[in-house]
């Protein structure tokens, strides 16, 4: 990163501050930081408690209940009156990629993480493998500033994919040099896509990952059922056209279509859409549930996609943080819109309006979901940051609690990578990630973006260091 963006870290040894934080010169200090009488939202609960909340060596060492006033000592002290302690947020669908031209493009995101309260991030799969596992063991190391980063490596497709860098299976000998290749990496679990890859392989390929106890995510081949994709031991569906599939009551009859290139992908939509069927739904959704299937939504992206036709999304407060290079890239998502008719647009928002109703569904008969942004190069105007507190709006928009919602980052997001012995709630001994938010969420989901305090990686970011994050990225750009 160019010395003009880098940001300095204070290191809770080092750093504090009047009026928020008081530094003790006790030698015999139990605890690096201790959060007095903050509001801790308990994510399993729904309940916030009035607490006290000490960190030692990155961990939660001590929570206790504010009234107790423990005489136990800290080297710093942050006064938690009136805010709202969660676990960092996690933004579980995001992109490192675009070539090497964009590697630096793509390292500035990282700052756009922690200035919005996102400690941890799962990367769907992208070109930039080598960078990603550099900015991923420097982040460990505290010498680089961003969140801690779960990525999938290259995606997993059929030969000549779309994406550049997948890896291209197209026999059982490919899928076993595929899944090797991504363990010896290592990723963190593996996604696989839908642009080439035939069923057989598709299905192949999770079956054989299942074997090896990785855990898979991503898009589902149309000439695939659900059902089968289930059963095959998938662990996470992206993005609701999958979704909707597999709640249509012709779905049988319109994949036969599929397979026999009658129709395609686009062209099964309104099929799909027009044949969905409430009891299929719950045979689904209770599928899903059973066999601990998460879904990730990203309704943002989706909102944002289907009407860039209607806004004008020039004056975007974080366009501003978006290099050329990435830019450039959203051209190709404008001109499809375009070069639409005027029913493929109108269609594509009456998809965007019933996907909301099925994550709403999703979500009312406990399908566990994972907020996502889809945030990165070629997803245009999605911007990386911001847009996991758009995702979570866009979730109580459609009726989702706020407190299913904060659910579906953090808490919900350790929970599919196997986690959560160590992220997810705010509980002694797990990693202490947290944002400290100056009002409630529960009542108000917006105030996410209202934040207080960040503490990751044994660091922490005030208000105005976390806008000191966002300025030499701006000043870079221009």
Known sequence: MPSSIKIKQLSLSMFCFATMVSCTSEPDAAYDVAIKNVNIINLETGQIDASNIYLKDGLFARIEAA????????????????????????????????????????KNFLNLYIANGITSVRDAGGDLTSSVMEWKTGIADKKLTG?????????????????????????????????????????????????????????????????????????????????ATIDAGINAIEHLYYIMKGCSSDEKEITEQLIKKEIGFWDAMPLL??????STAMETFTKLKQNNV?????????????????????????????SPGIQKTYQGRIDRVKNASKKQVTDRKALDQFFGQLAFKLNNNGVSLLAGSDSGAYNSYTYPGISLHKELEAMVAIGISPLDALRASAYNGAKFLKKSDDYGTISKGKIADIVLLNS?????????????MVLTNGVIYTETSLENLLKPIANHIK
């Open 67 to 106: 009234v107790e006033n423990s005489k136990s000592k800290a080297n710093q002290t942050i006064d938690g009156s009136g805010k709202y302690a969660l676990p960092g947020f996690w933004d579980n669908h995001v992109h490192f990629r675009g070539g090497d031209s964009l590697i630096e493009a793509n």
């Open 147 to 227: 969140p801690s980063i779960f990525t999938s490596g290259p995606k997993i497709d059929g030969p000549g994919a779309t994406w550049a860098g997948s890896l291209e299976v197209e026999n059982d000998e490919g899928i076993n040099k595929a899944l090797d290749s991504l363990q010896a990496i290592p990723v963190d679990f593996v996604k696989l896509y839908d642009s080439q890859i035939s069923g057989d392989n598709y299905l192949k390929t999770i079956q054989e990952a299942e074997k090896r106890n990785l855990i898979t995510s991503g898009h589902m081949p149309f000439t695939v059922e659900l059902d």
């Open 273 to 278: 859409q027009s044949s969905y069927s409430d």
């Open 294 to 322: 998460f879904v990730v939504p990203t309704l943002h992206i989706g909102g944002v996609l289907s009407y860039l036709d209607e806004v004008d999304h020039s004056k975007d407060t974080y366009l501003q943080f978006m």
């Open 440 to 452: 409630n969420p529960l009542e108000d989901i917006k105030q996410t973006k209202n934040i207080f």
